[in-house]
């Protein structure tokens, strides 16, 4: 890839969402096909943003956001929430599980003890070792937000940032506002080439996700930016395959390598 350094960049990349599998204690229960686990999840995120040959450290799973949502803290369960660690219903509200079944207590608490706790242990792990000086938490998102979404039906841009973070009643930044807008300039400058997709190139802190992990991890002293690539610039007829869920890896590569020009570019004007 254009651009790599020998020396890998002290930056952590967080990835929560790009996984496709069911998690072995309740696979047969699931109502969702895996097209729907397919689409529910951030596709393509753990090819897009596997940046382990040139950051520091990169976290991600395996496991499905639909079982284990690794942005949700450990605490919002039912009745609690039905949108939180383990949902109910698909971002399009169908749903989840079989009729009359949801995982009881001592179900949810293996799959946390085995899926979700090693997954922020090890960001903490990897944090403490004060080697990383950038987190960017990577994620792919629909074009137009789906129903359960801070944007419901709402186009969206190529590229959404997000420095913005919940403190108790207060608002406080991950990252200063100029980071924000160099990221994004620096997206802006990747895709510019990026003739076929109409809507705008990039736009910060709208939407607002509130995801747990910037909420979590954002408030230290390493800045912070929660990166998402709009699925428009992948999943469509010219790369993706619906029935067998394929994508063209050239096309990946591609993009991969967009985005880490836009990252390397951004670090090297503000590190």
Same mark, same amino acid.
């Given at each position: 890839?254009?651009? =790599?350094?020998?020396?890998? #960049?002290? $930056? !952590? ?11 072995? +204690?309740?696979?047969g229960y699931e ?23 040139? =950051? ?11 079982? $284990?949502d690794l942005d ?11 949108? &939180?660690?383990? @949902? ?5 509200? %169908? ?13 949810? *608490?293996?799959? !946390? ?11 903490? @792990?990897?944090?403490?070792? &004060? ?30 940032? +997000?420095?913005?973070? @919940?403190?108790?009643? *207060? ?8 980071? =924000?807008?160099? !990221?994004?300039? =620096? ?12 809507? +705008?190139?990039?736009?910060?802190? /709208? ?6 992990? !910037? ?17 428009s610039l992948f #999943?469509?007829?010219?790369?993706? /395959?619906?029935?067998?869920? %394929? ?11 967009? $985005?880490?020009? &836009? ?9």
């Open positions: 890839m254009k651009g =790599a350094m020998d020396k890998k #960049l002290p $930056i !952590l990349i967080i990835i929560p969402h790009g996984g496709y599998n069911i998690p072995e +204690e309740i696979t109502a969702v096909d895996r097209h729907e686990v397919f689409m529910n999840s951030d596709v393509c995120a753990n090819d897009l943003f596997d940046f382990s040959a040139f =950051a520091h450290a990169c976290v991600s799973t395996h496991i499905s956001r639909l079982f $284990i949700r803290s450990y605490l919002e369960v039912p009745p609690v929430s039905n949108n &939180g660690v383990i @949902k109910k219903k698909t971002l399009n509200l %169908k749903d989840v599980f079989s009729e009359d079944f949801f995982p009881d207590e001592m179900a949810i *608490s293996n799959m !946390l003890r085995r899926y979700y706790f090693p997954f922020h242990e090890s960001i903490e @792990k990897i944090m403490k070792s &004060g080697k990383i000086r950038l987190i960017i938490e990577c994620h792919t998102i629909f074009p137009v937000g789906p129903e359960l979404s801070p944007d419901p039906w709402m186009p969206r841009p190529i590229v959404h940032l +997000e420095n913005r973070i @919940k403190e108790k009643e *207060s608002e406080l930044l991950s990252c200063t506002m100029e980071m =924000a807008r160099g !990221l994004m300039e =620096a997206m802006e400058k990747s895709f510019s080439g990026e003739k076929e997709n109409t809507t +705008e190139k990039a736009r910060i802190n /709208n939407p607002l996700f509130n995801g747990h992990i !910037l909420n979590r991890f954002g408030s230290g002293q390493v800045p912070m930016i929660r990166l998402s690539v709009s699925r #999943l469509n007829e010219n790369y993706f /395959n619906y029935e067998f869920l %394929k994508i063209d890896e050239y096309r990946i590569k591609k993009l991969k390598a967009l $985005i880490w020009e &836009g990252i390397e570019r951004f670090y090297r004007k503000f590190f």
